[in-house]
C-alpha cells in the first residue's frame, strides 16, 4: 500500500473535537477508524508564521480507493490501534503506534516510535528522526508493506510517459492484466476499450463500457484517432501516439486528485412578471482541489442558482464554468462522474433499507464487472465514512432528518466524485445534527473530495475553507472565512461576529455609503461587490488563483465589456439529472438489460417490503378472477 502526504497552502487553524481517522485494511480497502483522531491536537500554533502550513497524506490502497488526510499544525500518529492512531493500518509488522509525523520548524518530521519492524525513510532505517523532505518515502514495518510518500505541495495530477512494445491490438482498463493498466476507481470498466492498429493509424473502441469513452469531449463507440486527440476514461486522460516503428507512446494523466472549479463572469436571470430580474451578475471565482466551501447569503441572494450554474444542473445564461481548464457545458456528460450533487428534496425509495438502497445505487451507477463482493466492500466502506454502519439495516422511512441526508451524500460518494454539491443539507434539522453533519462534511474535504454546500449557517464557518458571500445576486465576498467579518467591519460599525454579516447586507447595521437603515438591499450589494473587486481579497482569493485558461477568459470578457460576452441561453444545453438517470441506457445494448433487471428488483423489492401492502396488490387479481368466472 503506497501513502503520500503534501503540503497545502496556508490554512491552519484549531478545530474543536478531533478528526476522523482513516483506517487501510488488510485486505487493502480504506476505512474511517472506530475511533476519532487528533489530527489537530498537540503541539504547535495554528496561525504561526515560524511553522509550517497544513499537510496532506494521500492515501492509495492496493485494493482500489485513494483518499487525502489533512495535516494540521499538530501531531498524526500512524499504527495499528484505531484507539490511538490518525492512520490505522492491519498488518503483521506493523506496530501498535509505530511512528509519529508532526511540525518541525518548517517542515515536518517523522519519529520512530520506538516499533518492532522499524521504520525506514528512502530504503534506511530511521533509530529516532527524520526530518521529511520532498520526495522522501517512508516505509513502516518488514518488507515496506506500508509507505508513504512526501511532497511539498498538495498533490497534483500525477503525469505518466511510457512506450508500450509493437502490436497489433492494446486494451485498457483497470484490470491489471490489461496493456494499459488505470487507477482503479468505480467509473473504469476491468476491460474498458481497446486500441486496434490500422495501417499507420490507431482505431478507438469502446467495450460496452458503462460509463463511457471519450475523445475530445464527445462520447465515441469507435473512432480513428490523430496524434493530438485526447481520450478521457474515468479520472484519466490519454494521448496516444503509433510510432513509427510499430510501438505505441502513451502520455497518461490521472486527474483524480487535481480537478480544479473555476467559474468566469456568471451571469443568470430569472422571469419576474414581465421583466427579468438578475440573479446572477458577473461571478468570477476559484475552487481548489478538497477545499470545503460554503455558499452564504440572505434569502433571495442567489445561492442555489449559483449552485447549479457550477454543477451544469441549470446552466447560467452567460460565462463560462471550467473543470480542470475545460468548459463544463460543451462536455457536461464527460465530467458527470466527476460531480455528486445532492439536491434538498432526495430521491430516496423509504421502504428499502439503508444497505440495500446503496447497493442498487451502486448495480446501476458502477461498471458491470464490478461484482457484488466489491460491491459490497464499496457500501461498508461509505457506511462506515458517513457513520451509517449501525442503521445499515433500518428502512429509509425510520431515519432521521440528518440520517437521510447522509444516505443520499452516500449515493452520490458510490463513484468517487471529485467534487460534491450539496443543497441546503442542514436545513431543518436541529442544531447538533446540523454541527455533526458539518463535521461529516470536513472530513470528506479532508480526504481530497471539494465539497460545496449553499446554507444559512452562519456558526461553523470555523470549518469551512472558503466562503462565497452573495447579496442579490452580486458576488459581495470570496475568501477565507476569517477574513469576512474583518471585510464587512468598520471602525463605525464594528461586527462582534459573522452574524452581523448578514445585518450589514440587509441594511440592519450600517456599512459604507450605506449607513444604517439606508438604501434598498439592491444598493448595498452593489456597493460591496464594488468593494470587494477594489480589495486586497479580490486579488489574492480570485485574481491569483485563476488558472491560464480562467485568467484568458477573464480578460477577454474585461476588454469586450457587459454588453458584448458571449454565450446567451439559446447556447446552452440545460442538463437535468432526471434525464442523467438513464445514463446507462446509452451505453450500449447489452447493458439495457441487466438495468431493467435490477429497476424491476427495486421495484418489485419496494412493493412487497411490507405485510400491508400484500392485500393491495391482490385486489387487481382478485377482481381478474371475479370478472372471469362471470
Known sequence: MELSATLKSPFC???????????????????????TGRGEEGTGTAGSDAGPGPAWLEVIAPAGGRCLQRLGPGEMVLGRDSDCCDIVVAGKTVSRRHALVRPAGAGFEIIDLDSTNGTRVNGRRIHDRRLLADGDLVGLGSGDQVQLRFHGQRPGSRVRTFRL???????????????????????????????????????????????????NGRPVRRAR????????????????????????????????????????????????????????????????????????????????TLLKALNGYAPAEQGTVLLDESPLYRAHAMFRH???????????????????????????????????AERRQIVDRILALLDLDHVRNQRIASLSGGQRRRVAIGGELVTGPAILFLDEPTAGLDPGIEARLMRHFRTLADRGTTVLITTHLLSSLELLDRVIILARGELVFFGPPAEAVEFFSFP?????????????????????????????????????????RASRQWQDNVIRRLSSAAADLLAAETAAGPGDRTGGAAARPRFGFGAGQWRFFRSGPLRVPGALATLCRRQLRVRFSGRRRLPGLCIPILLALVTMSL
Not at 473535537?17 to 474511517?32: D, E, K
Not at 451571469?267 to 458577473?282: I, N, T
Open 338 to 372: 466527476c460531480l455528486g450533487y445532492v439536491p434538498q428534496d432526495d430521491l430516496l425509495l423509504s421502504e428499502l433499507t439503508v444497505a440495500r438502497s446503496l447497493e442498487y445505487i451502486a448495480r446501476l451507477r458502477l461498471p458491470g464487472d464490478v461484482g457484488a
Open 225 to 304: 484517432l490523430e496524434p493530438e486527440d485526447t481520450v478521457v476514461i474515468g479520472f484519466c486522460q490519454l494521448r496516444l501516439r503509433l510510432a513509427r516503428d510499430g510501438s505505441l507512446e502513451v502520455r497518461l494523466r490521472d486527474r483524480s486528485s487535481s480537478i480544479r472549479l473555476e467559474c468566469v463572469g456568471l451571469c443568470s436571470r430569472r422571469p419576474a412578471g414581465r421583466e427579468q430580474r438578475q440573479v446572477l451578475r458577473d461571478i468570477t471565482l476559484a475552487i481548489e482541489p478538497g477545499e470545503f466551501v460554503g455558499i452564504l447569503g440572505p434569502s433571495g441572494a442567489g445561492k442555489t
Open 492 to 532: 463605525s460599525a464594528p461586527l462582534a461576529g459573522p452574524a452581523g454579516i448578514f445585518s450589514v447586507l440587509l441594511g440592519h447595521q450600517g456599512g459604507p455609503g450605506t449607513g444604517k437603515g439606508k438604501g434598498s438591499q439592491e444598493e448595498i450589494a452593489r456597493v460591496f461587490a464594488a468593494r470587494f
Open 165 to 215: 512494445p509493437a502490436g497489433k491490438t492494446w486494451t485498457i482498463g483497470r484490470d491489471r492484466g490489461c496493456d494499459i493498466v488505470l487507477e482503479p476507481a468505480p467509473t473504469v470498466s476491468g476491460c474498458h476499450a481497446t486500441l486496434r492498429r490500422q495501417g499507420d493509424h490507431l482505431l478507438l473502441c469502446d467495450r460496452q463500457s458503462r460509463n463511457g469513452t471519450w475523445l
Open 13 to 35: 487553524r484549531s478545530r474543536a473535537g478531533r478528526q476522523q481517522a482513516v483506517t487501510v485494511a488488510a485486505g487493502g480497502h480504506l476505512l474511517p477508524a472506530r475511533g
